[in-house]
């Protein structure tokens, strides 16, 4: 398997001119995150300062990395642009599609079957356009990616929020949408706003109980949800260099809880012994070589408040384990404060279940960290309970843990090695009783615990800590047990306290993996067959949108006025849905159906301008289709806020909406809809927005003559043969409205492509 050394050394070669223009044009010491940016410039070396917070700014990532779930758009749509392969290296990693039921190996088999037909699309696809194929089973695509292909220095995306745990390596890894790793895998620029950026300073040094998921946890407290918006959070100090590259990660997954674009550390000895450990000798020899490059300039660090936009301390010395939750991970207790918080808030004590694994804390380390624990119960004649869950992060993990005997003490408390995979943690769980939606508390080591996000149920209160109090914790079945100061009742009778854990940072005879799961892609897949059956319900290939005919679009009818907030879920719901999210038509069966009608104040209930009658949103759109009449969307502020879901632009292009026009837009969602050929329009005057009736039909005045900065004329024409004729502006440039007239963004790229 190639991790692209040569691509990581063209990155270090160019790191030095590209920081030195950077350090002249910001004029001033630079922190990692700045280096890392202004080093992946799309345009090269820096012409200017970026404003944080404000400019956007075109980057070239190194790599791309995709999920089972979220690949299967991203892939149908990178399959249009008419490219042979993948322009930088991409991996997929089949993850999320697998049940946690019984145990590893009935589960595995239980999915193929279920979800066999996008396992294999997925594997001939990445076969035919050189990605490396992560099979079901393989492992949690950020443990993967950390062990596999994370360097220091280097910038990646990846079509999951936890991409970012990749900072644990000193990259800048950021979660984007399906549309984004297109953009990248076809060979175009990736477009961001410049991060804010936020210093955590760790002091001190860890001891006993606690572990790095405690610093991700006390921040967390401090930011909340929000707090981390917009800004890359970059951790520095003393502190941070004591903590294993894999605890890192566990800080950095978790900064997609507050809320936070990405996280990352600067390169340390810690960082050098895991590259070195999984195989990449060649990875930290290189890295060596440009060692000033890959952290902050040292005044940075000396001087925080002058560089960061919000500085955060925090002495590990001091630093208790935190248990966070219910409901959200933000809702920070320190342990010796547990009992108290419970009994106040009337939590449910008795604990269910102690699940330990996900992408936020899977390693080796963490695993060891909570056999030491399982270890001691065991030596100390504790029955556990509560039931104990288990999902490594990988082969590579799961191989060595077992090697190691550290899966066989888990086993003697008769826990459940699930899947190699995200299981419980994206609600893959097949939880027995969880159907009755009883009162009830589990502890984990995940990230998030919103309700219902396990098992469904959403009365489970869920609980995220590190892995070795989970297994304190579900040793003990007591929320409010603290093992540094409390003691528990062993078979015989006596009282017996558990000592600090003990781990080992990586293993020390070495990792090993008889099979690890990967599937190289072909080195020539001119010939490979991508496998779609022309009867799934759940893939689809794409049919490339149709390409402006060059004219006014007349006589379009409203499909609907949404009223008040209008995101992405109301736009193109989940839940249910998701199973479709491969397949374009199936899917637009949710088409706006969260959206609120204006005129009724109802959802999914709209005016068929053809029959008089009210019906769902998406079969009204079917209706006006199957006539070939053009529709129109209008809407309120701040539309399409929420993910980067590109389905929520795909759905109302493929039924046939024409142009979506409201008040103000969500910035993704705006170029989401031009990337697929839409018109996404704003009301030069808000109050427009109210002369827009139900039984409308609109007539564009001069699209014929759609040029950058050149606001376009509508004409609504009412019932009653009243016209109001209104301004719409836009923001397209010309590479944009070269999409729109070739029909999508891909159309456009296969065009050039040709030529
Ligand atoms: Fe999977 Fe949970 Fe991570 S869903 S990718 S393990 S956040």
Not at 115 to 138: C, D, H, Q, T
Not at 327 to 349: V, Y
Not at 490 to 511: H, S, T, Y
């Amino acid at each position: 398997m190639a991790f692209d050394i040569e691509m990581i050394k063209s990155v270090y070669a160019e790191m030095n001119d590209k920081i030195e223009a950077a350090r002249k044009v910001v004029n001033k010491p630079l922190t990692l995150s700045e280096k890392i940016l202004y080093s992946h410039l799309w345009d090269g070396k820096a012409q200017k300062p970026f404003e944080r917070g404000k400019s956007y700014v075109d980057f070239s990532p190194d790599r791309v990395a995709m999920q089972d779930a979220t690949a299967q758009m991203a892939l149908l749509q990178f399959m249009q642009a008419g490219k042979d392969k993948v322009a930088v290296p991409s991996t997929v990693h089949c993850d999320h599609l697998i049940l946690a039921k019984e145990g590893a190996k009935e589960d595995l088999r239980s999915s193929l079957t279920a979800s066999g037909e996008v396992f294999n699309f997925l594997e001939s696809v990445s076969n035919k356009y050189g990605i490396g194929f992560w099979k079901p089973g393989a492992g949690i695509i950020h443990q993967v990616v950390l062990e596999n292909y994370a360097f220091p220095g280097g910038m990646m995306i990846g079509t999951d929020s936890h991409t970012v745990n990749a900072g644990g390596l000193g990259m800048v890894a950021i979660g984007v949408g399906g549309a984004d790793a297109v953009d990248v895998m076809a060979g175009m620029p990736w477009e961001l706003k410049f991060p804010k950026l936020i210093g955590v300073k760790l002091t001190g040094k860890m001891n006993g109980w606690t572990s790095a998921k405690d610093v991700i946890l006390k921040v967390a407290g401090i930011l909340t949800v929000k707090g981390g918006t917009g800004a890359i959070v970059e951790y520095f100090g003393e502190g941070a260099q004591s903590l294993s590259a894999t605890g890192k990660g566990t800080i950095c997954n978790m900064g997609a809880e507050i809320g936070a674009t990405t996280s990352t550390f600067g390169y340390d000895d810690a960082m050098e012994r895991y590259l070195r450990a999984t195989d990449r000798n060649d990875i930290a020899d290189e890295a060596n070589k440009v060692r000033q490059h890959l952290t902050g300039d040292s005044e940075v660090y000396t001087n925080p408040e002058q560089y960061f936009d919000q500085v955060i301390e925090i002495n590990l010395s001091e630093l208790e384990p935190h248990v966070n939750g219910p409901f959200t991970p933000d809702r920070a207790t320190p342990i010796s404060q547990l009992r108290a918080e419970a009994e106040k808030n009337n939590w449910p004590t008795k604990v269910e279940w102690g699940l330990i694994g996900s992408c936020t804390n899977s390693s080796y380390e963490d695993l060891s960290r909570a056999s030491s624990i399982a270890q001691q119960a065991i030596d100390k004649g504790l029955k556990t309970k509560s039931d104990f869950g288990i999902n490594p992060g990988s082969e590579q993990v799961r191989y060595t843990a077992d090697r190691d005997g550290l899966l066989s003490i888990f086993e003697n408390l008769d826990a459940t090695i699930f899947t190699n995979a995200c299981g419980p943690c994206i609600g893959q769980w097949s939880r027995t009783g969880a159907d009755k939606g009883e009162k009830n508390t589990i502890v984990h080591s995940f990230n998030r615990n919103f309700s219902k996000r396990a098992d469904g149920n959403p009365n489970t209160h869920a609980f995220v800590t590190s892995p070795e109090m989970v297994a304190a914790i579900a040793i003990s079945g007591d929320l409010g047990f603290n093992p540094i100061t409390d003691t528990l009742t062993n078979d015989k009778g006596e009282q017996v306290k558990l000592d600090p854990p003990v781990g080992e940072e990586l293993p020390d005879k070495g990792f090993a993996v008889e099979d690890n799961g990967y599937q190289e892609p072909a080195a020539d897949g001119s010939g490979v067959e991508v496998k779609v059956a022309p009867d799934s319900k759940r893939l689809q290939l794409l049919t490339p949108f149709d390409p402006w005919d060059g004219k006014n679009i007349t006589g379009a009818k409203l499909l609907i006025k949404a009223e008040g907030k209008c995101t992405t879920d109301h736009i193109s719901m989940a839940g249910p849905w998701l199973r479709f999210r491969g397949h374009l038509d199936n899917i637009s069966d949710n088409c706006l159906i969260g959206a609120v009608n204006a005129y009724n104040g109802e959802t999914n209930n709209v005016k068929n301008q053809l029959t008089g009658e009210y019906g769902p949103v998406p079969a009204t759109q079917r209706a006006y289709k199957a006539e070939g009449i053009p529709t129109i969307v209008v809407g309120d502020h701040n539309y399409g806020e929420g993910s980067s879901r590109e389905h929520a632009a795909m759905e109302p292009r493929h039924l046939g909406v024409k142009a979506v026009l409201v008040k103000s837009f969500a910035r993704i969602h705006e170029t989401n809809l031009k990337k697929q050929g839409m018109l996404g329009l704003t009301f030069a005057n808000e109050a427009d927005y109210d002369k827009v009736q139900e039984d409308d039909t609109i007539n564009f005045l001069d699209l014929d003559q759609f040029a950058p900065e050149k606001p376009l004329t509508l004409e609504f024409v009412h019932a009653d043969g009243s016209k109001d004729v209104i301004k719409a502006n836009h923001t397209y440039n010309d590479t944009q409205i070269g999409w729109f007239k070739a029909g999508s963004a891909l159309n456009k790229i296969k065009e050039l492509e040709k030529k």
